[in-house]
């Protein structure tokens, strides 16, 4: 298994905003056990965007949820910028987006981006002013009084997005966030997102199942193996950060898409 970055990082002294080590879980369901995720070794440091890539039911979306303390595992450890994923939660370390865009239908563009927030106790004017900073990030300025049914399944997304980012958490998991849009809505956000990454140098976690999406917003690419999910292979994608959409066009881009590739069959063990 190769974890090309992870030599640069040790180098450069900082330590993991994520660190598993031997990272196990099994669902106890009513028929058997399902094991969701095997012997996970990852460790992902500040500012790098990472993307968790493999065949459906492989584990991406547990492993996202158990670093966000949603899912316990049943053996090895992790940590969360040096904290348990309980006390990481608790701190607010992470913003969390999901496959889709599930904002509150009777709430406001703005009401909803605010609700977290209001959880923890922001006063109404450093809410607004927060706010409109994130819808504005985003590409929303304008619209908050809207409601998510007036918006594009695209624009919903981003209103996510900006709902995630509010308070502004270093890390940010999103769960196959443009999964369910069109390729055009889907390219214009991926170049949208890449942009927000380069502006606010936010760590990310980032479940796919799309190869060139992946290469295009990746620094590393985790490619995980069918259940019990493992990691086969971490790729690096080392593109630089300005990267215009017709980069998927170049011979580079390709060579780590082909790389990609080849992991997820030897993962899958077809040949
Ligand atoms: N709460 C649960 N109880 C029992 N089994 C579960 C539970 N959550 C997930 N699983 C199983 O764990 C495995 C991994 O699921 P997970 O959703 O993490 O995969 P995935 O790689 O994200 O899939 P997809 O790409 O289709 O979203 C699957 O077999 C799934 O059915």
């Known amino acids: 298994m190769r974890q ?16 598993a080590r031997g990272l196990d879980l099994v669902f106890q369901t009513g028929d058997s056990p399902v094991h969701a995720l095997k012997d996970i070794d990852l460790d992902i440091f500040k500012g790098e965007f990472v993307s968790l890539i493999g065949p459906s039911g492989c584990g ?20 969360v910028n040096g904290m348990t994923p309980d006390a990481a939660r608790q701190a607010r370390a992470y913003g969390y987006v999901f496959q889709a865009a599930a904002l509150y239908p009777w ?3 703005e009401k909803n981006v605010a609700l977290p927030l209001e959880i923890m106790g922001f006063d109404r004017a450093r809410r607004k002013q927060l706010v409109d900073a994130n819808l504005d990030l985003v590409g929303l300025a304008g619209f908050g009084r809207k409601f998510p049914w007036q ?19 270093d890390l940010l998991l999103m769960d196959e966030p443009f999964g369910a849009l069109d390729e055009i809505v889907r390219d214009h956000l991926n170049a949208e997102l890449l942009k927000l990454w380069a502006k606010t140098r936010k ?29 086969h292979e971490i790729i690096d994608c ?3 950060p300005d990267r215009p959409l017709e980069i998927r ?11 990609v590739r ?9 040949d």
């Open 107 to 109: 709430r406001t563009i």
């Open 4 to 19: 090309d970055g992870d030599a640069v990082h040790a180098a450069s002294g900082s330590g993991p905003v994520i660190e």
């Open 60 to 79: 991406k979306t547990t492993l996202l949820r158990v670093i966000a303390d949603l899912e316990q595992p049943t053996g090895g450890s992790l940590s």
């Open 238 to 240: 080392d593109l630089g």
């Open 151 to 169: 918006l594009s399944g695209g624009m919903q997304q981003r209103a996510s997005i900006a709902r995630a980012l509010c308070f502004d958490p």
């Open 249 to 259: 066009e170049t011979p580079e881009f390709l060579a780590i898409a082909h790389r």
């Open 203 to 231: 760590t990310v976690v980032f479940v796919t199942h799309s190869i060139p999406e992946a290469v295009f917003l990746s620094t590393r690419i985790v490619v995980m193996s069918p259940r019990p999910g493992r990691i």
């Open 262 to 270: 080849e992991g997820l069959r030897a993962g899958h063990g077809y």
